[in-house]
C-alpha cells in the first residue's frame, strides 16, 4: 500500500454526465499528478497541482479539471464525459523536488461511460 | 501521445527463468522508471535509474540504461508466479513539472 487513496473505486456514468474523482496524498507530498489509463494501454499524463496550482498539463482537453485543496488532497473533474473517457483514472502523489523521485499511485478509480 | 515503446508486450516463462524486457524513447531524459502493475490496478514503483548510471539493482531486479540508444532493459532473475503482472517504463524528462510519460507495457506471465 502506497498511502495513496483514491475514491470511488468503480464509477459508471452517462454519457454528456459530469464526473468528480477524489484524491488523498501519501503524508508528506505537495504534489499530485493525475493519469488516464485506457484498457491495454499505459498510463497518459493529464495534469500534476503542486501547491494548489497547476504544473504541467498533458493533451487533454479543458473539459478535464482540477484541484488541490491546502491538504493536498486532490479532485479531477470531467465535464460533457464521453464514451472514450472511460478508463482507469490514477492519482500519483510525490515531494515536489528537483531531484529524481518516484512517484506512489493510488489503486485507481475504474471509470465506465455508457 | 506514449512516449516509449516496451519490447516485448507479451512474454511467458517458467518460474525460475529470468525475464528480460526492453523499453525505447524518444526524447532526452532526467531519469526513467520502471513500474509494475497487477490486473488494472494500481502502479507499484520498482526501480528509478538516473540518467547519468548504466546499471542499478535492486533485488532480483537490474536495470540498464543506454542514452546514446536511447533504451532501458529490466531484468528479473529467478522469477515467480508472483511476478506476473504488466511492466511498464516510464521517463521523467525533468523541468520541474515531474510528468511520467509511459510506455505501452509488457504483459508478464510466470508460470508455476
Known amino acids: 500500500e502506497t498511502g495513496v487513496t483514491q475514491s470511488p473505486t468503480h464509477l459508471i456514468k452517462t454519457r454528456g454526465q459530469q464526473v468528480t474523482l477524489r484524491c488523498s496524498s501519501q503524508?508528506?507530498?505537495?504534489?499530485v499528478s493525475w493519469y488516464q489509463q485506457a484498457l491495454g494501454q499505459g498510463p497518459q499524463f493529464i495534469f500534476q497541482y503542486y501547491r494548489e496550482e497547476e504544473n504541467g498539463r498533458g493533451n487533454f482537453p479543458p473539459r478535464f479539471s482540477g484541484l488541490q485543496f491546502p491538504n493536498y488532497s486532490s479532485e479531477l473533474n470531467v465535464n460533457a464525459l464521453e464514451l472514450d473517457d472511460s478508463a482507469l483514472y490514477l492519482c500519483a502523489s510525490s515531494p515536489h523536488d528537483r531531484a529524481a523521485t518516484e512517484a506512489f499511485f493510488g489503486q485507481g478509480t475504474r471509470l465506465t461511460v455508457v | 501521445s506514449q512516449q516509449g515503446e516496451e519490447d516485448p508486450q507479451a512474454l511467458s516463462i517458467q518460474e525460475g527463468e529470468n525475464a528480460t524486457m526492453n523499453c525505447s524513447y524518444k526524447t532526452s531524459i532526467n531519469n526513467l522508471q520502471w513500474y509494475r502493475q497487477n490486473s488494472g490496478r494500481g502502479l507499484v514503483h520498482l526501480i528509478l535509474i538516473r540518467s547519468n548510471e548504466r546499471e542499478k539493482h535492486s533485488g532480483r531486479l537490474r536495470v540498464t540504461l543506454d542514452t546514446s540508444k536511447k533504451s532501458s532493459s529490466l531484468l528479473i532473475t529467478a522469477s515467480r508466479a508472483a511476478d506476473t503482472a504488466s511492466y511498464f517504463c516510464?521517463?521523467?524528462?525533468?523541468?520541474?513539472?515531474?510528468?511520467?510519460?509511459f510506455g505501452k507495457g509488457t504483459k508478464l506471465t510466470v508460470n508455476p
Open positions: 503524508s508528506g507530498h505537495n504534489t
Open positions: 516510464a521517463t521523467d524528462a525533468g523541468g520541474g513539472s515531474e510528468k511520467l510519460v
